[in-house]
């Protein structure tokens, strides 16, 4: 069958990380296109969704984020036209919650439309952008690293705020919160699908005393909240990393007990 979405360099934002989400995205675009044909039940639709929402809002945190690092013009435009995608589609889950039909044909396809409107047309303007201001070079520091050039990624970004702090340019608390963004953005860029290996880079951090447990407490919690539970459930596709997260949803009490069971009662149907 023809494919209606395909990816070219054309697309590409030079950055690999954001190009290879890209490129997921058209695939996952392809694949419910093909389903939506067959017909997909409404459990089958409330699943493809949820993944679409925890999916989508960790590629627009990691490309938001790309736009603010090469200084994109566009930026407050282009961060309204992601919240509505996600508001549009979290507004129709809890639609479905309540029982309604949500007359999944058209949702799908309204999705759809939407990916590939939007990759086409506005994600291209952020490669347009940087090739104009690059030479056509790749972003620095922005591709999939490894543990080692992840982890040594972060030190020069933390000694600059610390000479902005020493010459007293930026106060403590400016500081601290620039800080804590840093280490969060670790686990941004991995993705929810894999916070055991944002941990172990905090552990890392705390043994070589670049950060302390205080601050290591606070990194995590401040990233949990930037999630939706249920939906970033969904794309942990490890029975292991899902109980960790829920195990850790649950300790910094951002999720009920009662929550927690639930949660994990549906991990483990899985097995
Ligand atoms: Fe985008």
């Known amino acids: 069958m023809r494919k209606s979405m395909y990816w070219d360099e054309s697309l590409s934002v030079g950055c690999d990380l954001i190009d290879g989400q890209h490129k ?3 695939n996952l675009v392809t694949e419910l296109e093909e389903s939506a044909r067959s017909g997909l039940t409404n459990e089958q639709l409330a699943r493809a969704l949820k993944f679409i929402v925890s999916y989508t809002r960790h590629h627009f945190l990691a490309e938001e984020e790309l736009m603010k690092s090469i200084g994109f013009n566009e930026l407050p ?11 549009k589609v979290t507004e129709i889950l809890l639609q479905m919650k309540e029982g309604k039909d949500p007359e999944a044909p058209n949702l799908i396809q309204f999705f759809i439309e939407w990916v590939k409107k939007h990759v086409n047309e506005e994600d291209r303007k ?23 050039e992840r982890r040594a990624a972060i030190i020069p970004r933390l000694d600059k705020l610390k000479e902005l702090f020493r010459i007293k340019l930026i106060e403590i608390d400016d500081f601290k919160a ?23 880079d905090l ?69």
């Not at 435009?77 to 996600?86: A, D, G, K, T």
């Not at 800080?179 to 991995?190: A, N, R």
């Open 203 to 271: 552990d890392h951090f705390l043994k070589v005393d670049i950060i302390g447990s205080k601050e290591r407490d606070m990194i995590i919690e401040g990233y949990l909240r930037k999630l939706n539970p249920e939906a970033d459930l969904e794309v942990i596709s490890e029975v292991e990393d899902k109980l960790i997260f829920v195990r850790l949803l649950r300790e910094r009490e951002l999720i009920t007990e009662e929550k927690f069971n639930q949660l994990k009662t549906r991990i483990l149907e899985a097995i």
């Open 77 to 87: 435009h282009h961060r309204e036209l992601h919240n509505e995608l996600v508001h």
């Open 24 to 26: 997921e995205l058209i």
């Open 178 to 200: 620039k800080k804590q963004s840093l280490f969060e953005g670790l686990f941004v860029e991995l993705g929810p699908n894999k916070i055991a290996e944002g941990l172990s």
């Open 126 to 148: 952020i490669g347009t952008y940087w090739r104009k201001w690059s030479n056509g070079a790749k972003v620095m520091d922005c591709r999939i690293k490894s543990v080692s």
